[in-house]
């Protein structure tokens, strides 16, 4: 299973994608990702392909919610045969 959030400065976290489908998961990263680029936000790659930081654009007042950090999170299916190796 993946996930993709987005963990807001604020403190918010915003559930974005959840499902099977990995490539699907880095496609909705990327639109995001494409989108806070085309509004002038940095962004900040902290782990490749996984992990990004949407940074504030200059000359701004206060932070905006959609700064903060996104991240596609892998979630291994639970079941009998790997309930001691799954690590949470």
Not at 9 to 31: H, I, Q, S
Not at 49 to 78: A, H, R, T, Y
């Amino acid at each position: 299973m993946y996930k993709v959030n987005h963990y807001s400065y604020c403190g918010m976290t915003l559930p974005v994608y959840d499902g099977d489908d990995e490539t699907f998961a880095r496609n909705v990263a990327a639109k995001i990702l494409k989108k806070r680029r085309n509004e002038n936000y940095p962004i900040k790659i902290l782990e490749r392909g996984i992990k990004w930081e949407v940074m504030e654009p200059e000359n701004i007042f206060l932070i905006p919610d959609s700064c903060g950090i996104l991240k596609i999170d892998f979630i291994p299916e639970l079941d009998d045969e790997n309930f001691d190796e799954v690590d949470y």
